[in-house]
Each structure stands twice: as structure tokens, then as C-alpha cells.
């Protein structure tokens, strides 16, 4: 098969081929950035969903393909400028950057698709500043496309021709013989045709053809900027998040392996629960809660409300079924099981928004408030007042008296059709147990007030006679709540009369406070 030298069409096609590469350019602009601000972000919340934000997105098919393009483009347009004794460094420098770019994409792709929640840093801090570094010279691409698009010399500053430029001789159009097995003929017909109609195209087109360009590059540009800015947005705890026509807040966050009453939920495993605010700013709809998810390195955790909305009923409400009309607004609690070998500081909220088939993560980076840790409050004697402050309670109140006895008596507030009094009754436990009786004086709490209250959040420690300390849950002694007076009625073991040591411990979340009976 004879083919002629390349040399001519390098030449005649010399600006096409600068505005091809000018588009490649753009779009691996684009890439670049978009690929150094998610590798920022990673530095930051150091959390990596492999399933709805791959790497593949940023280091895929069509961004190396893009590279591997410029880089045999670049070399093409140095082998040329060098057969034609022409200034032919810039382009080396265009081959450097792009097989730099391109190194540096498949390292951070390894990197990424090899990542397991190391702690180790070093590497991903290195693609980091390299690929920021390598935006750089970039800008410096565009200017020399730019330059050689319109024409001009790069020595001299003139506007020439390109076969004026390069000085299109005969030589350039030289067949050389190839011993393939093609059929020339019906090549060259389709080549020339192709050729021809692109030509036409363009010459007709010039204005329109241009003004394309011009509006892709700015279109490139908007993008760049809505990706980094907009769509791939970090968030922080309390930022309030447009989204999906939802306006969204955390409003506090928390992070324990406890109980509203202190009890530890379940062995080896703690919880991460979010205070959210939501308000619907489109049309009455179901809200999804399977698109809020947690990660940490890359654990991903899905919300388990409905599982274990008892145990953090004094943070609040979970709603497992929610629909919001246009306008309303809501607060409810996300509740999400974690490991507890998980670093509380890594934790990050993401949500998946959906427009139409474009899917973007919301990431919001969360500062969890620790409440594993029981503290001690206070510890104060009968006739003290307990002040119970907490982020969820407010309460105050004082136990006056104790006493425990074998039976008690006890007034209820009886009513017939005429009148109401109140009758005196007693009760005795069985046998075995006694009565602790508790008086107490508070400006909001009745007795079934306090029942309530001490059955949520309250126990009895004591020491027995062997000096063996026991615990006790609150039990109401009557079978009844509705009662006349500000008593509690607690049903104990006999041995409680002989303990050396009696308090009543109520823990409420992560604060303890004592009351010291005897």
C-alpha cells in the first residue's frame, strides 16, 4: 500500500488540530479540578463512598483517553515543526504536562480503589499537591493553542498561515510504501469526502463554529464552577443545605453506647443520632429517609430508627413514616449504629440527591457531641434540693423524709355522683419485702409524676450487713398511681432496713446525680 508522508496534512489541517486540542484541553481543565477538589474534600472528612461517588467518575475511560489524545497530538505537531526546522519546545512541554496528568490519574485512581480506611496519609497528600501543581501550566496550554488557533508567530507575534508558517513544499506530500492490505482507493475517496465536507462546513459555518467554541469553554467554566462550589460543596454542622426542594440542618449531633437512664444499648457497638430539622419546599411528599447515610472511612451505615427509638426518646422523636406538605417543617432524630472501634472525629453525614439521572452527594461533616461518659454531678444529703440540668431536662425537687415499713398507709381521691373525698387505704407487700416511703416537695412533679420520672431514671444502690453493695429497680409499691399527697411508695427487699448505706441514683443521659437516704 503506498500512503503519502503526514507532513502535508499536519500542515494543511495545522489550526483543526490546535482546536481539537483546545477542546481536549478544556474538558481535562475541567477533570482537573474537579479531581483536586474531591481529593481536598477527602483530605478533609477522609470518608470514601467506592458506590455513589467512584473515583472512576473523575479518572475514568474518557479522561485518559482524552490524555492519550493530547499526548499523540502533541507528539505529531513535535515530529512535524522538527522536519520543518521549527520552534517545536512548546509542544514538548504540552507532551510533559499531559503525561504528568496522566500518571498522576492513575495513581490517584489506585490509590482510591485500593483505599480501606488507612491511616496513613502520606501518599494521598503527595497526589494532592501534584495534581494542584499540575493545574498550573494549564493555563499556559491555553494561551499557546489560543495564540496558534489565530494564527500568529510565536516568535515574531504575526499573523501568517499555517502553510505560509510551515512552508508546504512538495517533499510533505511524498508517498512512501506501506505493504498493508487496504483498499487505498476507497480510503482516500471516503478521507477526501470527509474532508471536503468538514471544510465546507466550517467555511460556511466560521461565526457559528466559533462562537461554539467560545460558549463551550464558558460553559466548562460555569461548570467547573458550580462542581466545586455548588454541587461537590462541603458542609459543616449547622449550615443550613438546600437540596432535592428540602431545606435541611443539624441542628446537634451525638455519639454514645448509652441509654436515656445510662445503660449501655448493646455490647461492642455505639450510636451516632442526629438532631435534623427538614422542611419541604416543594409539592406534599414522602421524605426518603434510605437517602441519608453515614460514613466513616469507608463504613457506610444506613439509619435504624424504628429499632431503637426507646433509647433516645429524651433527645427527641424519631418519625419513621414522614410526609411533608409544601411549607411544613419538621425536627425529628436519625439514629445510626455504629462500631465502636469507629473514630467519633470521622464521622460524615452524606445525602444523595437526586435531578432527574444526575446523582450528587451532600457532605455534611459532623462534631459529635461524646455522651458515652457518665459524669457525676452531685451528691447531696436529705433535705437538699436536686437541680437536674441537662441539654433535655430541667428539673428540680427535694426528698424530705424516707422511711421503711412493713405496711403503709396511703389517701386516694374518691368520687360518686355528689361528692369527692378522700379515703384512706393500705397496702403490704408480700412476704419478703417492705415499703420505702419516700416525701418529697416539687413545684411541678405529683406522686405519679415521680413514679414516672424514678422508673425512667432512677435506682437504689445499697450496702447490705456482709458489706456486699446491690442494686435496685424502682417499683411501685401500690397498685395504683392515682394517690392523694407528694409520696412515692417503693416496693424493697427486707434486708434494705439493715443496709449501711441506701442512695438513690437517677442518671439521666450521661449525668448522674445521688441522693444520699442513709
Same mark, same amino acid.
Request: glycine share 4%; proline share 2%; hydrophobic share 35%.
Given at each position: 500500500?503506498?500512503?503519502?508522508?503526514?507532513?502535508?496534512?499536519?500542515?494543511?489541517?495545522?489550526?483543526?488540530?490546535?482546536?481539537?486540542?483546545?477542546?481536549?484541553?478544556?474538558?481535562?481543565?475541567?477533570?482537573?479540578?474537579?479531581?483536586?477538589?474531591?481529593?481536598?474534600?477527602?483530605?478533609?472528612?477522609?470518608?470514601?463512598?467506592?458506590?455513589?461517588?467512584?473515583?472512576?467518575?473523575?479518572?475514568?475511560?474518557?479522561?485518559?483517553?482524552?490524555?492519550?489524545?493530547?499526548?499523540?497530538?502533541?507528539?505529531?505537531?513535535?515530529?512535524?515543526?522538527?522536519?520543518?526546522?521549527?520552534?517545536?519546545?512548546?509542544?514538548?512541554?504540552?507532551?510533559?504536562?499531559?503525561?504528568?496528568?496522566?500518571?498522576?490519574?492513575?495513581?490517584?485512581?489506585?490509590?482510591?480503589?485500593?483505599?480501606?480506611?488507612?491511616?496513613?496519609?502520606?501518599?494521598?497528600?503527595?497526589?494532592?499537591?501534584?495534581?494542584?501543581?499540575?493545574?498550573?501550566?494549564?493555563?499556559?496550554?491555553?494561551?499557546?493553542?489560543?495564540?496558534?488557533?489565530?494564527?500568529?508567530?510565536?516568535?515574531?507575534?504575526?499573523?501568517?498561515?499555517?502553510?505560509?508558517?510551515?512552508?508546504?513544499?512538495?517533499?510533505?506530500?511524498?508517498?512512501?510504501?506501506?505493504?498493508?492490505?487496504?483498499?487505498?482507493?476507497?480510503?482516500?475517496?471516503?478521507?477526501?469526502?470527509?474532508?471536503?465536507?468538514?471544510?465546507?462546513?466550517?467555511?460556511?459555518?466560521?461565526?457559528?463554529?466559533?462562537?461554539?467554541?467560545?460558549?463551550?469553554?464558558?460553559?466548562?467554566?460555569?461548570?467547573?464552577?458550580?462542581?466545586?462550589?455548588?454541587?461537590?460543596?462541603?458542609?459543616?454542622?449547622?449550615?443550613?443545605?438546600?437540596?432535592?426542594?428540602?431545606?435541611?440542618?443539624?441542628?446537634?449531633?451525638?455519639?454514645?453506647?448509652?441509654?436515656?437512664?445510662?445503660?449501655?444499648?448493646?455490647?461492642?457497638?455505639?450510636?451516632?443520632?442526629?438532631?435534623?430539622?427538614?422542611?419541604?419546599?416543594?409539592?406534599?411528599?414522602?421524605?426518603?429517609?434510605?437517602?441519608?447515610?453515614?460514613? /466513616?472511612?469507608? !463504613? $457506610?451505615?444506613?439509619?435504624?430508627? @424504628?429499632? &431503637?427509638? =426507646? #433509647?433516645?426518646?429524651?433527645?427527641?422523636?424519631?418519625?419513621?413514616?414522614?410526609?411533608?406538605?409544601?411549607?411544613?417543617?419538621?425536627?425529628?432524630?436519625?439514629?445510626?449504629?455504629?462500631?465502636?472501634?469507629?473514630?467519633?472525629?470521622?464521622?460524615?453525614?452524606?445525602?444523595?440527591?437526586?435531578?432527574?439521572?444526575?446523582?450528587?452527594?451532600?457532605?455534611?461533616?459532623?462534631?459529635?457531641?461524646?455522651?458515652?461518659?457518665?459524669?457525676?454531678?452531685?451528691?447531696?444529703?436529705?433535705?437538699?434540693?436536686?437541680?437536674?440540668?441537662?441539654?433535655?431536662?430541667?428539673?428540680?425537687?427535694?426528698?424530705?423524709?424516707?422511711?421503711?415499713?412493713?405496711?403503709?398507709?396511703?389517701?386516694? /381521691?374518691?368520687? !360518686? $355522683?355528689?361528692?369527692?373525698?378522700? @379515703?384512706? &387505704?393500705? =397496702? #403490704?407487700?408480700?412476704?419478703?419485702?417492705?415499703?420505702?416511703?419516700?416525701?418529697?416537695?416539687?413545684?411541678?412533679?405529683?406522686?405519679?409524676?415521680?413514679?414516672?420520672?424514678?422508673?425512667?431514671?432512677?435506682?437504689?444502690?445499697?450496702?447490705?450487713?456482709?458489706?456486699?453493695?446491690?442494686?435496685?429497680?424502682?417499683?411501685?409499691?401500690?397498685?395504683?398511681?392515682?394517690?392523694?399527697?407528694?409520696?412515692?411508695?417503693?416496693?424493697?427487699?427486707?434486708?434494705?432496713?439493715?443496709?449501711?448505706?441506701?442512695?438513690?441514683?437517677?442518671?439521666?443521659?450521661?449525668?448522674?446525680?445521688?441522693?444520699?437516704?442513709?
Amino acid at each position: 500500500m503506498i500512503v503519502r508522508k503526514p507532513y502535508a496534512f499536519l500542515i494543511k489541517n495545522f489550526k483543526k488540530i490546535h482546536i481539537f486540542m483546545f477542546i481536549l484541553c478544556a474538558y481535562i481543565y475541567y477533570k482537573t479540578i474537579s479531581l483536586s477538589s474531591f481529593i481536598r474534600e477527602f483530605m478533609d472528612l477522609f470518608s470514601y463512598d467506592s458506590y455513589n461517588e467512584p473515583i472512576s467518575k473523575y479518572t475514568g475511560f474518557f479522561p485518559v483517553a482524552c490524555l492519550l489524545l493530547l499526548i499523540a497530538s502533541s507528539v505529531a505537531l513535535i515530529i512535524l515543526l522538527k522536519h520543518k526546522n521549527k520552534p517545536w519546545k512548546t509542544y514538548l512541554i504540552l507532551a510533559a504536562e499531559y503525561t504528568a496528568l496522566l500518571i498522576a490519574f492513575a495513581f490517584t485512581a489506585s490509590y482510591f480503589n485500593s483505599y480501606s480506611g488507612s491511616l496513613e496519609t502520606t501518599g494521598i497528600r503527595a497526589l494532592r499537591d501534584i495534581v494542584f501543581i499540575l493545574t498550573i501550566p494549564q493555563y499556559a496550554v491555553f494561551i499557546v493553542l489560543g495564540i496558534r488557533i489565530l494564527g500568529v508567530d510565536l516568535n515574531k507575534f504575526d499573523f501568517k498561515s499555517d502553510a505560509e508558517y510551515l512552508e508546504l513544499s512538495d517533499s510533505d506530500r511524498e508517498e512512501v510504501e506501506i505493504s498493508i492490505d487496504l483498499d487505498k482507493d476507497s480510503l482516500k475517496r471516503s478521507y477526501r469526502k470527509l474532508k471536503r465536507n468538514l471544510g465546507y462546513f466550517y467555511k460556511e459555518h466560521r461565526l457559528a463554529v466559533n462562537t461554539v467554541i467560545l460558549l463551550l469553554v464558558a460553559f466548562i467554566a460555569y461548570r467547573s464552577y458550580v462542581f466545586i462550589f455548588i454541587t461537590n460543596k462541603s458542609y459543616k454542622q449547622g449550615d443550613i443545605i438546600n437540596t432535592n426542594g428540602y431545606t435541611l440542618k443539624i441542628n446537634n449531633s451525638y455519639y454514645t453506647d448509652k441509654d436515656y437512664k445510662g445503660d449501655t444499648i448493646e455490647n461492642n457497638n455505639s450510636f451516632v443520632i442526629l438532631d435534623v430539622t427538614i422542611k419541604n419546599n416543594a409539592q406534599k411528599r414522602k421524605v426518603n429517609f434510605n437517602r441519608f447515610h453515614i460514613m /466513616n472511612r469507608t !463504613n $457506610n451505615h444506613s439509619p435504624t430508627n @424504628k429499632t &431503637y427509638e =426507646t #433509647s433516645f426518646k429524651d433527645l427527641g422523636t424519631t418519625i419513621e413514616d414522614l410526609t411533608l406538605s409544601s411549607g411544613e417543617e419538621r425536627n425529628l432524630l436519625l439514629i445510626y449504629k455504629v462500631s465502636e472501634k469507629e473514630e467519633i472525629n470521622r464521622f460524615v453525614l452524606y445525602y444523595q440527591e437526586l435531578n432527574g439521572n444526575n446523582k450528587h452527594l451532600r457532605k455534611i461533616k459532623l462534631k459529635l457531641n461524646d455522651l458515652s461518659k457518665i459524669t457525676k454531678q452531685s451528691e447531696i444529703d436529705l433535705g437538699d434540693v436536686m437541680t437536674i440540668d441537662t441539654p433535655t431536662m430541667d428539673e428540680e425537687f427535694i426528698l424530705d423524709e424516707m422511711t421503711i415499713t412493713d405496711t403503709v398507709s396511703y389517701g386516694r /381521691n374518691v368520687c !360518686n $355522683n355528689e361528692i369527692c373525698q378522700v @379515703k384512706e &387505704y393500705q =397496702t #403490704s407487700p408480700v412476704k419478703g419485702y417492705k415499703v420505702l416511703k419516700l416525701e418529697f416537695s416539687s413545684n411541678d412533679f405529683s406522686g405519679k409524676d415521680m413514679i414516672d420520672f424514678l422508673s425512667d431514671y432512677g435506682k437504689i444502690s445499697y450496702i447490705d450487713n456482709s458489706k456486699t453493695k446491690k442494686g435496685l429497680k424502682i417499683q411501685n409499691a401500690l397498685d395504683t398511681l392515682n394517690y392523694y399527697g407528694k409520696y412515692v411508695y417503693l416496693k424493697v427487699p427486707d434486708n434494705l432496713a439493715e443496709a449501711n448505706e441506701i442512695k438513690l441514683i437517677i442518671t439521666a443521659r450521661n449525668n448522674q446525680y445521688i441522693y444520699k437516704l442513709k
